[in-house]
């Protein structure tokens, strides 16, 4: 069964310095999606970054990058220059493709970040 | 384009109550999936539509039901209600099976 590992419930950084939030994923099926989400306090999810299971480049997204791992199944999110603003609750989420067309989430448990003045 | 938009934002009903939420997706999207976020089981996937067809279900009791209409527009019905129903209730939508969903801002829905 797919499943989404987020091992961090919080995390602090300074700002302007950057931060990993990790996440790892179990799945049997080949083709699948990972993505990031931030949720800040007004309850929105807010997308972040893509990467594709076959996408043999790591995912960029201005701020943002998706440090994939294929082989140990890990999709960590790296957030560069980090802002106040960037303070909020960050969820790794996995579709599983292949045949299966669905477009159902399976979503980590969410890291919480504090970016500190 | 207009967002994800969803109705009520904040709802408070009491135990044994039914209730209806509404998830009006971004223009031309077909897709629409919902999702229960609680404190406790984090965020759930509940069901997914498309063309008003129910394509994949989650594992919650046979009280949460949904369905789509013509205009892509979905409902969610929650019968008679239960505390740990207290959650937000958000909905995404998407052009088709592939891509991001896009989140609208969810309802609070408190149980008493």
């Known amino acids: 069964a797919q499943k989404i590992t987020q091992t961090q419930p919080g995390m602090f950084v300074q700002e302007k310095e950057a931060v990993t939030l990790d996440c790892t994923y179990d799945?049997?099926?080949?083709?699948?999606?990972l993505f990031w989400y931030k949720q800040p306090s007004s309850g929105e999810m807010i997308f972040l970054i893509y990467?594709?299971?076959?996408?043999?480049q790591n995912a960029t997204e201005g701020r943002y990058s998706l440090n994939f791992q294929k082989a140990r199944k890990s999709a960590n999110l790296v957030i560069s220059a980090s802002q106040l603003g960037d303070s909020a609750m960050y969820f790794c989420?996995?579709?599983?493709?292949?045949?299966?067309?669905?477009?159902?989430?399976?979503f980590g448990q969410g890291t919480t970040l504090q970016v500190k003045p | 384009k207009a967002g994800v938009t969803q109705t009520p934002r904040y709802l408070i009903k009491t135990r044994g109550q039914q209730v209806t939420l509404s998830c009006s997706p971004i223009?031309?999207?077909?897709?629409v999936s919902w999702y229960q976020q609680t404190p406790g089981q984090g965020l759930q996937f509940l069901f997914e539509?498309?063309?008003?067809?129910?394509?994949n279900k989650g594992n919650f009791p046979g009280r949460f039901s949904g369905r789509q209409f013509s205009n892509s527009r979905s409902e969610m019905n929650v019968s008679t209600l239960e505390l740990g129903d207290s959650a937000l209730y958000l909905c995404?939508?998407?052009?088709?099976?592939?891509?991001?969903?896009?989140f609208g801002p969810g309802t609070r829905l408190t149980v008493l």
């Open positions: 995404a939508s998407s052009p088709d099976f592939s891509g991001h969903g896009n």
């Open positions: 989420a996995m579709r599983e493709g292949g045949s299966s067309n669905t477009g159902k989430l399976i």
């Open positions: 990467q594709g299971s076959y996408d043999q």
């Open positions: 223009s031309g999207h077909r897709s």
């Open positions: 539509y498309f063309s008003e067809t129910q394509r």
């Open positions: 799945t049997s099926d080949p083709s699948y999606g």
